[in-house]
Each structure stands twice: as structure tokens, then as C-alpha cells.
């Protein structure tokens, strides 16, 4: 065992990483969620998606001037060290590691097998379901523990599989549906259900959140990647940029495949359903073997995180058993123990997900909440001290890049929560209740050390 990981990554790996672990399963799996939230209004469902890439972008942009300036074992944990030092870093290592991490990998688990599931026809809440689950949880780990180098490529090829039916629908539904008159229909048709939600905008920009997340775990690569200072910065802007371009469109073209209440009432069968529709039951079938593809690049690309979350705390001689957790295979060069936590907790995770949001009755009474956007939206909370102190301290940079994006970058922020309060309403308090009771075992172990 060593304690150094060494240099292995890319900028096509950085920007297959960022691209890929956005896109794959948010823009298929929400996108039936934004149009139902607005009552099938399409402009306010396209305006949704507007909203919550621009806020991506805008914190990549902010986090992508700071990776010019840090360069260290895990990024995030990295800006929050140079800003607001040890103790802060150490708060957003142990939310990433025991919260975030998890929580999406292991949705993403999940969200790879509904897509299987629905392409075989089968239950997507039973049995078969959490079996094909696991099975992609761990498949992933293992991916991931053995051959670090396999997973980047397994990320890259991902990555350029995964575009191929957002590209197709984006273009040939677009075309369909202003041919027949569906898109133009759908874009006149207004709101054709009724509205649960005070606010459907905001519910709909926190459903697309989830779309949208996951650009921030390509900087857990940080110490792996070639010329981090340069290729992260290019990978986070342009990676996130090209995101929210191919959501957009790829949202357009759905709505020129098959009516909003055909797709509002096909729930998890919707985006197969659209593909069959513009390119034949043959098409649609392959081009839907494409979307499970591009479901598990993003749950590869979400265990690489995964892996390394505890390490990134370890290797600053934090969090618990830094000695074993900083452990780096000699072999594989691979944090293998801080791995097999990351794994444990991603299962974890999946057997909460299971009972608090796809069983009859929830298991968790009314701490059962949506683990697929509530910790997504707690780390957008997390970024606003980041960015004020870097408008403190960052004395070298010029207007735009001190003050003007992280600035915005605040706002947008600020408008996640509120937006989440108003979708979530009484979750959101249950949420950080466990919320609180997680990062006080964190800081427990912290002082206790």
C-alpha cells in the first residue's frame, strides 16, 4: 500500500467526466417530472431547463477560476480549504463522503436498472428491479476498485454512446413534430392538467437540479488529472455548457415525438415511448439500449466520486481511521478502503430509497423524502460561503472573475433553496433533521480525534 494517487487522467477523461456524469439519467428520468410540475405548459418546461443550466453553468464557471488556483487531492474539498480553511473543508469532505455521494450513486443504481427494467418489460418498483440495482452497484465498484484506467475509458466511451439518442431526438423529433404539427401544438397548447404546486417553475427548475448535477464530482479527480490547473477549468466550463445546449434541445425534440399528455401519462415508459414514435419500434428499442448504456456512464462516473470521498478526507489525516482510509493499492493505485465505505453507504443509501419513495406505504413515516434532489440542493447551500470568501480573498483577480460570476453564482444558489422549500415543503424540514444528526456524527468524530 502507498499514500500518493498519481497522474493517470486526461482532459478528454475531465471532460467525459463532467459531460457524462451530468448526462444519463436526470434528462430521460425528469424530464416526464417538469412536464407534469407545469401542467404540461411546454414554454414554462423549456424555460425550467434555461433556468437550472444557466445556474450550472454560472458555479462551474466560479468553481473553474479557483481550479486555475488549487490543485490538491479532491477539488471541492480543496476550495473550501483555501477559503474558509480546515474545519469547512472538513464539513463539505464529510457531506460529500457520508451524503451526496451515496445518495446519488445510488439512485443512479436504481435509475440504470428502471431503464432496464422498462426496456424488458418489467416492474420498475419490484423485485427485479432492486435485484438488476445492486447487481449495477456493485458492478460499478468493482469497475472502479480494480482498474481505474478501465473506468476512464468506460467514462469516455459512455460519454460519446450517451449522446447519440439526445443528439438523434434533439434534431430528428424536432423535425417530426414540425412536420405533423405536434411540437407547434404542444408549444400553444398551455396548461392542459391541473397544478399540484403553488410555484410549478420552481418545482420544475428542482427537478431538473437533479438533471443537471454531478459536474462537481469531476473535481474529486483533482490529484489524478494531467495538468489539473488547465484541463479542469476547460472541462468544467465547456462540459457544462454543452450540458445545458443538448438538454434543451433534446427537451424540444421530445415534445415533437408525441403529445404532453401522451408523455405526462406514460410516466416511466414516456421516453421510450417518444423514440418508438419518430423512429420504429425497432429504432426506438435500440436507441433506448443506448439510454440504459448512457445511465450506467453516469453511475460509473458517480462511483469514481464515490470511491474516492473518504479518501479526500483521510489524506488530510481527517474523518474516521485516516490511516486505513488513505491507503492506496499499490496495484491498482486505487483508495481500495475508502472504497468499500463508498460502496457500503451507496447501499445503504439504495435501501432508503426503496422504502421512503417506491414501497405502497413509506417505511420512514415522514422522513421519507426525496433523496434524488434534497442533498443536491443542501450542497448548492454549501457553495454560498465558498464564493463570498473567495470575493474576500482573491485580491488578484479581476472585476468579472472576483466579484460579477460569484456573485450571480450566490443568487443562483439562493433561488435552488427557495425553490426547493416550495417543492418540497415539509420534507425539506425531515430531510435535515437527518441532515443534522449525519454531520454531527461527522463532527463528533472530527473532535473526538
Not at 476550495?79 to 469532505?93: C, H, M, R, V, W
Request: include cysteine.
Amino acid at each position: 500500500m502507498e499514500n500518493e494517487l498519481q497522474k493517470k487522467y486526461g482532459l478528454i477523461t475531465a471532460i467525459a467526466m463532467v459531460i457524462g456524469i451530468v448526462i444519463g439519467s436526470g434528462v430521460f428520468f425528469k424530464a416526464e417530472k417538469v412536464l407534469t410540475a407545469t401542467g404540461g405548459n411546454l414554454p414554462q418546461g423549456i424555460l425550467a431547463w434555461t433556468i437550472g443550466g444557466i445556474i450550472m453553468v454560472v458555479c462551474a464557471y466560479v468553481f473553474a477560476t479557483m481550479a486555475t488556483r488549487y490543485e490538491k487531492v479532491n477539488g471541492i474539498v480543496d476550495y473550501a480549504e483555501a477559503t474558509l480553511g480546515s474545519k469547512y473543508a472538513y464539513f463539505i469532505g464529510w457531506f460529500m463522503a457520508a451524503i451526496y455521494y451515496p445518495t446519488l450513486t445510488s439512485v443512479l443504481a436504481w435509475v440504470s436498472a428502471r431503464y432496464t427494467c422498462v426496456l424488458l418489460g418489467w416492474n420498475i418498483v419490484g423485485a427485479e428491479a432492486m435485484a438488476i440495482a445492486g447487481f449495477y452497484l456493485v458492478g460499478s465498484y468493482a469497475l472502479n476498485a480494480l482498474s481505474p484506467k478501465l473506468a476512464g475509458k468506460f467514462q469516455v466511451s459512455t460519454t460519446i454512446i450517451k449522446i447519440i439518442p439526445l443528439a438523434l431526438m434533439a434534431v430528428v423529433g424536432t423535425i417530426f413534430g414540425l412536420s405533423n404539427g405536434v411540437l407547434v401544438s404542444n408549444f400553444t397548447g398551455g396548461v392542459i392538467a391541473n397544478v399540484t404546486n403553488a410555484n410549478p417553475l420552481f418545482t420544475a427548475v428542482v427537478a431538473t437540479s437533479f438533471a443537471y448535477e454531478g459536474w462537481i464530482i469531476a473535481t474529486s479527480i483533482n490529484a489524478e488529472l494531467k495538468d489539473a490547473k488547465k484541463n479542469l477549468p476547460l472541462a468544467l466550463t465547456f462540459g457544462t455548457m454543452f450540458v445545458a445546449l443538448i438538454y434543451i434541445l433534446y427537451y424540444t425534440g421530445l415534445a415533437g415525438a408525441v403529445s404532453n399528455s401522451v408523455m405526462m401519462e406514460g410516466g416511466e415508459a414516456g421516453a421510450k415511448l417518444a423514440f418508438s414514435t419518430v423512429f420504429s419500434n425497432m429504432g426506438g428499442t435500440v436507441l433506448f439500449v443506448f439510454v440504459v448504456i448512457s445511465c450506467l456512464g453516469t453511475l460509473n462516473g458517480l462511483m469514481m466520486g464515490c470511491t474516492r470521498g473518504f479518501y479526500s478526507l483521510a489524506a488530510r489525516d481527517m474523518g474516521p481511521a485516516p490511516k486505513i482510509l488513505k491507503c492506496i493499492d499499490v496495484n491498482t493505485n486505487m483508495p481500495t478502503n475508502s472504497s468499500v465505505i463508498g460502496l457500503l453507504l451507496s447501499g445503504t443509501w439504495l435501501l432508503y430509497f426503496y422504502g421512503a419513495n417506491l414501497t405502497a406505504t413509506p417505511w420512514f413515516g415522514p422522513f421519507s423524502f426525496d433523496s434524488s434532489e434534497l442533498p443536491i440542493v443542501s450542497i448548492y447551500a454549501m457553495y454560498v460561503p465558498i464564493f463570498f470568501m473567495m470575493m474576500v480573498k482573491e485580491k488578484s483577480l479581476n472585476f468579472f472573475k472576483r466579484f460579477l460570476m460569484p456573485t450571480l453564482a450566490i443568487c443562483a444558489c439562493i433561488f435552488m433553496v427557495i425553490a426547493a422549500i416550495y417543492a418540497h415543503g415539509k420534507a425539506v424540514f425531515f430531510y435535515l433533521i437527518i441532515f443534522c444528526v449525519i454531520m454531527l456524527i461527522g463532527m463528533l468524530i472530527s473532535s473526538k480525534k
